[in-house]
């Protein structure tokens, strides 16, 4: 069992910046793919980002590349979304996903642990 508790979310003006954590209990933590999806009032929960256990392979949906950045500490239990450039449509609570794996996933029905969530507002 994998329990994860997301912080960091909050209100930011537009071109700002937020770096959301998501800390996780167990000592398994390195075994664990993890992923960044986010769901806005009216929509589906979309995928945002995905590491591999090791923290050697990301990947990113188009609309964040280069402007959110995905990492990991394995010793901290800790995954981490910095997020630049933020823009008004980055507005969702943003959760973060694991599951056992080598490698990095991006469908949501792919993890089995999920985090309560953390809410982004960017204002215009």
Do not use: H
């Not at 912080?7 to 209990?25: D, T, Y």
């Not at 394995?74 to 008004?88: D, E, G, I």
């Amino acid at each position: 069992q994998v329990q994860l508790v997301e912080s960091g979310g909050g209100l930011e003006q537009a071109g700002g910046s937020l770096r959301l954590s998501c800390a996780a209990s167990g000592r398994t933590f390195s075994s664990y793919a993890m992923g960044w999806f986010r769901q806005a009032p009216g929509k589906e929960r979309e995928f945002v980002a995905a590491i591999s256990r090791s923290g050697g392979i990301t990947y990113y949906t188009d609309s964040v590349k280069g402007r959110f950045t995905i990492s990991r500490v394995n010793a901290k239990n800790t995954v981490y979304l910095q997020m630049n450039s933020l823009k008004p449509e980055d507005t969702a609570v943003y959760y973060c996903a694991a599951r056992s794996g080598s490698y990095y996933y991006i469908q949501s029905q792919d993890y089995n642990y999920w985090g309560q969530g953390t809410q982004v507002t960017v204002s215009s």
